[in-house]
């Protein structure tokens, strides 16, 4: 079996991108990531894309390739929210590993903010039930608020300690002059904003950005010829439980348990291993039920390590080193990769100014719907 | 714009007939005997399709609840705060319903009543039972 490694990785600028469109930010993150390689178009035999709130059509990726003038041997589109990105990563290293592509460039970008305006919060609740669930008014906010609330009532963990997790995303993002966000805020700043959904509060809730991002993952083998450091894909894997949160099995285990297992037990690697972690964290109680439903805590310590710093840029466990979709930006189905291509940066040990030392392993986690779909990859320096 | 009206299928019509009627229909699994809700065309238990509807009596315990203070659409946002709960019912199945007549927490014994929505009829739930 062929080695799959990403080779190229470009961001776009994320934010109020007025004049962006969906198609543009695809093009500016997919050529980015294709310069970054050192890649031509013609070079890419497999593309990967994602979806759109704001050109929805089901063949994105067709869409893209007529756009920019693309003919790849092998295109398909993935409508999986917020997992979409790390799925469709380990969708192209799977491509690339039984031989059917030597390059996949996988593109995402929506411009759900300036493209929407006060909109997207309506369009992504519609993603629940049409009989069981919209008619009671419930958001994706709303959602997550009805996971914290248990988890908060069977773990102790406090809103103190989701709010410590907002603050610790807004001082990497302070470090990140591309972040969406980047005015420092205190504790205190978190639990006085207003209530989205109890015991959420705005700060707890991530950002709504326009914005693109793009990967290439190629053969390893292929890699001595391009322009950037290699970084290995060393593992991947997935969990799936549910899809509404109505009918999910539990408020507090999800199918991260078993993502993060399968893609560390690919690669070899137990949690302790790793150096950095990206990780989905759509609301403060994603990240911390993910990093305990992981196994990177233990269940209930996890509010306290972020209390403490743990999981600052020096601490144990340095997460989402980027400012994370709570204040780097949150894109759609780019949000995802935006942890993507920070997990790359740090492996290439190109975060300046807030570079992890030594990072030479990470783990990079998506969730999509209500903690219902979970993809995790586990990335090394080679 | 109004609030959502559920629209019944086939998988959901025998349910939504029962909620016109003031009655919470559930499916029972005649293979594994699992409550089921919502309604489908087989037992997600064990994939059995021997499946009888029953009536709940209608109480449950409240498993999660949260009060939300921005709405999805105006017509909700007109509400003010409002309460949604995962309600475990003692039949042993879960729905999601909003809070009339008070202030849910996690726990919380409710029971289930009915509120007209358009052309249908949607189960909520109050505090008691």
Not at chain 1, 149 to 163: D, H, I, K, N, P
Not at chain 1, 337 to 365: C, F, N, P
Not at chain 2, 84 to 107: K, S, Y
Request: hydrophobic content about 40%.
């Amino acid at each position: 079996m062929k080695k799959a490694a990403i080779t190229g990785a470009y961001s776009t600028k994320v934010g109020d991108l007025e004049g962006a469109t969906c198609m543009s930010l695809h093009t500016e993150a997919g050529l980015g990531a294709l310069a970054d390689a050192g890649l031509e178009v013609g070079d890419v035999d497999g593309l990967l894309c994602a979806y759109s709130f704001t050109e929805p059509h089901l063949m994105l990726a067709s869409v893209f390739a007529e756009y920019i003038g693309m003919q790849p041997s092998h295109a398909s589109a993935v409508s999986m929210g917020g997992v979409t990105a790390c799925m469709l990563v380990m969708q192209a290293a799977a491509l690339v590993e039984a031989g059917y592509c030597r390059h996949v460039l996988v593109v995402t970008g929506d411009n759900r903010l300036s493209g929407m305006r006060g909109n997207a919060v309506q369009a992504l609740s519609e993603v629940g039930n049409q009989q069981y669930e919209q008619p009671y008014g419930m958001t994706i906010p709303a959602a997550y608020a009805l996971v914290a609330q248990r988890y908060m009532s069977e773990f102790g963990v406090t809103s103190e300690q989701l709010a410590a997790i907002a603050v610790t995303m807004r001082e990497h993002a302070a470090l990140n002059p591309k972040a969406h966000m980047r005015t420092p805020i205190t504790v205190d700043d978190v639990m006085n904003s207003r209530f989205i959904a109890t015991p959420l509060h705005l700060l707890d809730c991530c950002l709504i950005s326009d914005g693109g991002a793009a990967v290439v993952v190629s053969a390893a083998d292929t890699a001595g010829d391009l322009k950037a450091p290699r970084i290995d894909v060393l593992g991947s894997g997935q969990g799936h439980t549910h899809e509404y949160i109505v009918a999910a099995p539990s408020l507090t285990d999800y199918g991260c348990k078993r993502s993060a297992a399968d893609a560390l037990g690919r690669a070899g690697l137990k949690p302790s291993d790793i150096d950095v972690v990206e990780i989905y964290d759509s609301f403060t109680i994603t990240l911390l039920a993910e990093l305990e439903s992981m196994g990177f805590f233990e269940r209930g310590e996890a509010g306290a390590a972020a209390a403490a710093g743990e999981l600052k840029i020096g601490g144990k466990l340095p997460c989402n080193t980027h400012g994370g979709l709570l204040s780097y930006g949150h894109s759609g189905a780019a949000g995802g990769m935006y942890h993507v291509v920070e997990a790359v940066e740090q492996l290439r040990g190109a975060a300046k100014g807030r570079q992890v030392d030594g990072a030479e392993l990470a783990l990079v986690h998506g969730d999509g719907g209500i903690l219902s779909a979970h993809c995790s990859i586990v990335l090394g320096r080679a | 714009m109004e609030k959502p009206v559920p629209r019944p299928n086939a998988d959901s019509a025998p349910f939504w007939e029962g909620c016109a009627a003031h009655e919470f229909r559930f499916q029972r699994c005649n293979s594994c005997g699992k409550a089921q809700f919502y309604p489908r065309a087989i037992c997600a238990n064990c994939r059995g399709d021997d499946l009888d509807w029953e009536v709940s009596v209608g109480k449950g315990a409240v498993h999660s609840v949260t009060t939300v203070s921005r709405g999805p659409s105006v017509a909700f946002k007109e509400d003010g705060p409002y309460q949604v709960a995962l309600v475990d019912m003692d039949e042993g199945f879960r729905f999601m319903a909003n809070v009339r007549g008070g202030e849910a927490e996690i726990g919380t014994r409710v029971r289930v009543i009915y509120e007209k929505r358009g052309d249908q009829t949607i189960p909520q739930v109050e505090i008691g039972g």
